[in-house]
């Protein structure tokens, strides 16, 4: 008997079980253990009758069943259970339903924000009761999530048959302001300006000014998402015409220059807040490049190991003890640095404030300590935490700033310049521009004209957001919580209503046809202030200010019940979907048409007037009493943790409508389709199907049972023919350009002559030259294209610069041409007893590199091989079994990676430079030469062998312009302190 503490992750039970030792048994729950049923009512689990929510939960399937089994077993067996499940409203959800499948009457709730022994041992020694609030709250979101997700994707989604898959209250919300940044880049039209400058032979330039005002000039950003401090290049005041930039560069040649004003002035830059979990993940994807979900999948394991605090927090509060701990850490190592009264930062007035902001648990375990513990990520997380951590108690940084007035003429000039004259917290998180001096003028100097010009501009359009500020525009507009952040974005992609280009997020056709639409029938839903007034409201719940039945029942009864009756009535009108997207959406009045989806729901005459080539787009999408959308209750799947918008998940793939008639789901039996098969000329039929995987509800089949082949045909909805399979249609190539193919240049992997190749890329027509084998082009020589270079000349990403040169891979065309003419290799045995084709072994003349016996040559079909065959060492030939392949690019045999004997690199002549210390194992610094674009170039990497390609494998130290060696994660090379 002892005492039982559940947890949530099992990630956390060894670090638990070693703070509080024998006596104690610690369980985890692996998440929710259970959740809303699938029944009732468009499958809610839970029914609205008046001003009560009457809720049926279930185990989250077998998983859940056998961990409540395994938990039901070690509460037998325990004197005292303690749930300790995460510090935040789902956190205290998850505890509350423990309490109920376990049947534990007086359970002891225990929270802590850091995996450390006095934060675990003092909680322990404090416990408390289940917050009837916090459950409430949480509760109500469950339920409020539900309720949006599964009816609106039902009603609403799901009958636009667009491949649309669902919608949430969250979500929905996300995705409009995605899609009204599109429609607002769409309608944008530049215009020319011009920016007029002087520049003066003392050493500067100013910048046309129409007034003497003073402007703002910030002296650094706080924005977390930003990928660089570095500020954009200044500009004069706008001028909106060539005339008038022409006439006031005249007039700065033709009058003389003298200065008017200098202006000097210390202003200072206070440091940032500690992050929260917002800024976490838009610092997070700025500079490490981390998706939100990867981000916090980093933190929790970081979390899980005692190294940081709770990583859902939206608190930039830190605890005394650590701020302690941070001002003995800096009179220790930075004394310049600490500031005379302890750093506080205020939250934003939407914050929970449940917890501290997220720091490192022990401000003395730095990154470099802690590196070697840590994966690549986790590393470079913690050291983002860190730093963060300790600047945000450092000093203010101090900069000095000057500007400069000058004129000629009636036309002013400006010119300002900056200097950081004390680095403050900047030491540990630089986020101000670098310096821009300017030299010493007095006023009243005459200045010398240098030059004087104009560039010409043009306004450019806002920009699409990247994962990093979508976050800080949902936390701005309040829309979801900090542990939302991550799965909505996450959803978003995986419905594929928004797809990452280049780390930008731009909405996709079906994810902008799908905005539109709940613009027009659910405006209010998705609404950033609509969505951050729910949330309000569960905040009230969690303060005990509300009730949330109520809450829920009364939304539901005033808004959102009459509003999907009204949307349904909308989408059943028979609007074409794409109508939707002229519609006016906030200030954008005209809108990118798409082509209509299902532009026949209802009306039949419509339907016949539209056909394309005698054929419908899809002809039977609304008969038979509307069963295509009515026959199927489609179940939707249930959520975990990380889905917190209520969505349906993917639905259940329907199993496609069997062709028998028979079937009694009120299928329509099939019927003649007027279309001979291409295969045999039999008269084909219309065979109807639920499918999901087809864009129409039917395809033509070739019945068998009628003396037909078998083939199926299916409808390609943008060309309105019918099709058949990809893989059983007679390919026929593009036609080529006039030009004669290149049969000089051959391919570099099976020796074919390459040939011309157009395509169209952002409406223009370009070329390229790839492999003309018509049996490989598409699989093992698919890599070889050469795109025409900017030096004029033919260039692939993988194989370079297009030459005469034979073949990388000059074994391929070698017995019998078996490598050209293999159709789609499968993995092919090395024993010439197969009836396959394959070519018997072969001697290969060549010597195993471990024992000196000659080797054989083996061919093979693999797909993981380069060249057709390997050379092996038969171990039934007294060999030592050894094998080696072939290195298509140098054209040798060689071992596999791992047992090759690894000769390091010869180094420069110079010695290595062992003042200078790896920044993270303390190694010296050896000298590394490497080619780049046919240059010997030189850095300094991490000398120990057994660090230098695992933990140690990013310390590179390149050249810099201004002579020494600099690192983009370390810095500059510096020897250590004496």
């Not at 929270?111 to 409430?136: C, F, G, M, Q, S």
């Not at 636009?160 to 969250?170: D, I, P, Q, T």
Request: hydrophobic share 30%; aromatic share 8%.
């Amino acid at each position: 008997m002892g005492n039982l503490l559940l947890i949530e992750s099992p990630g956390k039970i060894k670090k638990l079980s070693q703070i509080l030792g024998t006596g104690w048994t610690v369980k985890a729950s692996i998440g929710h253990i259970r959740e809303l049923a699938n029944d009732g009512e468009d499958a809610l689990g839970f029914d609205l009758q008046g001003d009560r929510v009457h809720c049926r939960y279930e185990p989250r399937g077998d998983r859940g069943r056998k961990v409540l089994a395994e938990l039901r077993q070690a509460v037998k067996q325990a004197t005292e259970v303690y749930i300790a499940t995460d510090p935040d409203r789902e956190g205290e959800t998850i505890g509350w339903h423990l309490a109920q499948e376990l049947r534990l009457q007086q359970p002891k709730r225990v929270t802590y924000t850091e995996i450390t022994k006095p934060a675990v041992t003092a909680a322990i020694a404090h416990p408390r009761t289940l917050d009837a609030n916090l459950i409430a709250a949480g509760r109500a979101r469950d339920c409020l999530d539900k309720l949006v997700g599964y009816k609106g994707s039902k009603h609403v989604v799901w009958a636009l048959k667009n491949g649309a898959k669902s919608m949430g209250r969250v979500q929905s919300a996300t995705l409009h302001l995605i899609c009204l940044r599109e429609r607002e880049i769409q309608s944008f039209k530049p215009q020319d300006y011009w920016s007029v400058w002087v520049d003066y032979a003392e050493g500067f330039r100013a910048l046309y000014r129409g007034s003497l005002s003073e402007t703002e000039n910030p002296t650094g950003t706080q924005d977390d998402a930003a990928e660089s401090a570095e500020t954009s290049k200044p500009e004069s005041e706008r001028v909106l015409s060539q005339a008038e930039a022409d006439r006031l560069v005249e007039i700065a040649r033709t009058h003389p220059h003298q200065v008017v004003k200098v202006e000097s002035k210390i202003a200072t830059s206070p440091p940032p807040a500690p992050f929260i979990t917002s800024t976490l993940q838009q610092a997070a994807g700025a500079k490490l490049r981390f998706s939100p979900e990867t981000t916090m999948k980093v933190a929790q394991s970081l979390y899980e190991a005692g190294h940081i605090t709770y990583m859902r927090t939206d608190s930039v509060a830190l605890s005394e003890q650590f701020c302690a701990a941070v001002r003995k850490y800096l009179q220790q190592n930075d004394p310049t640095n600490l500031p005379n009264t302890q750093t506080r930062h205020r939250s934003s007035h939407s914050a929970q404030e449940a917890h501290e902001a997220i720091r490192p648990t022990d401000v003395f375990q730095t990154p470099q300590k802690l590196s070697l513990q840590l994966t690549s990520d986790e590393a470079k997380l913690y050291d983002l935490i860190w730093r963060r951590a300790v600047a945000s108690q450092c000093c203010p940084a101090q900069l000095g700033k000057t500007r400069i007035i000058t004129q000629s003429g009636s036309v002013f000039w400006e010119a300002r310049g900056q200097v950081l004259l004390f680095p403050g917290y900047t030491i540990y998180w630089n986020n101000i521009s670098g310096d821009s001096q300017l030299p010493t003028v007095r006023q009243g100097q005459t200045l010398k004209l240098k030059k004087a010009g104009a560039d010409k501009k043009q306004t450019q359009p806002p920009p699409r957001y990247t994962e990093p500020k979508l976050v800080q525009l949902m936390e701005r507009k309040g829309i979801g919580r900090p542990s939302t952040y991550s799965p909505t974005i996450k959803t978003l992609k995986e419905r594929e209503y928004v797809q990452l280009s280049k780390s930008i997020l731009q909405p996709t056709p079906l994810g902008m046809e799908l905005d539109a639409v709940l613009d027009r029938v659910l405006p209010d839903l998705i609404q950033a202030d609509f969505t951050a007034q729910m949330e309000q409201q569960l905040d009230a719940i969690a303060a005990g200010k509300l009730d949330w039945e109520r809450y829920l029942t009364g939304w539901n009864r005033d808004y959102f019940s009459p509003a999907i009756a009204r949307a349904v009535a909308e989408i059943r009108k028979g609007v074409p979907v794409s109508s939707f997207a002229t519609q006016d959406t906030g200030s954008f009045a005209k809108k990118k048409k798409s082509e209509p989806v299902n532009p026949f729901a209802i009306d039949d005459s419509a339907r016949l007037a539209e056909m394309k080539k005698n054929l419908p787009v899809n002809p039977f999408a609304s008969e038979d009493s509307g069963t295509a959308t009515k026959t199927k209750k489609r179940k939707p799947a249930s959520s975990s943790r990380s889905k917190s918008d209520g969505t349906p998940a993917k639905t259940k793939k329907r199993k496609p409508a069997s062709s028998s008639p028979s079937q009694g789901n009120s299928t329509p039996p099939a019927q003649p389709a007027g279309v001979q098969c291409p295969n045999c000329g039999h008269a084909m039929t219309k065979v109807f199907s639920k499918s999901e995987k087809m864009k129409a509800d039917h395809f033509l089949s070739c019945d068998k049972r009628q003396n037909g082949c078998g083939a199926v045909m299916f409808l390609n909805v943008k060309t309105g023919s019918y099709e058949l399979p990809y893989s059983q249609r007679t390919q026929t190539p593009k036609p080529d350009s006039p030009a004669s193919p290149a049969s000089e240049y051959p391919c570099p992997l099976c020796g074919t002559p390459l040939e011309r190749y157009e395509y169209t890329r952002e409406g223009q027509t370009k070329v390229m030259w790839r492999c003309s084998n018509p049996e490989t082009k598409q699989t093992s020589c698919q890599e070889v294209a050469f795109f025409e270079s900017s030096r004029g000349g033919w260039w692939s990403p993988k194989f370079g610069e297009l030459s005469l040169a034979k073949p990388v891979n000059s074994f391929a065309s070698e017995d019998s041409e078996t490598a050209v003419k293999t159709k789609k290799r499968k993995s092919a045995s090395s024993s010439p007893s197969q009836g396959n084709g394959t070519p018997p072994a072969q001697p290969a003349g060549v010597q195993c590199p471990n024992c000196g016996h000659a080797m054989t040559k083996v061919f093979s079909k693999s797909e993981k091989m380069k060249a057709d065959h390997f050379l092996s060492c038969d171990k039934r030939q007294n060999g030592c079994g050894a094998v080696m392949f072939l290195n298509v690019k140098t054209g040798s045999y060689e071992l596999p990676y791992s047992q090759r004997t690894q000769t390091p690199k010869p180094d420069s002549p110079a010695s290595p430079a062992s003042e200078y210390p790896c920044p993270l194992c303390g190694t010296p610094l050896e000298r590394y030469e490497y080619t780049k674009e046919g240059q010997t170039k030189v850095m300094w990497r991490c000398s120990n062998p057994e660090t230098k390609r695992t933990s140690c494998q990013e310390v590179a130290f390149f050249e810099s312009r201004r002579g020494g060696w600099w690192s983009p994660k370390f810095g500059e090379l510096s020897p250590p302190k004496p």
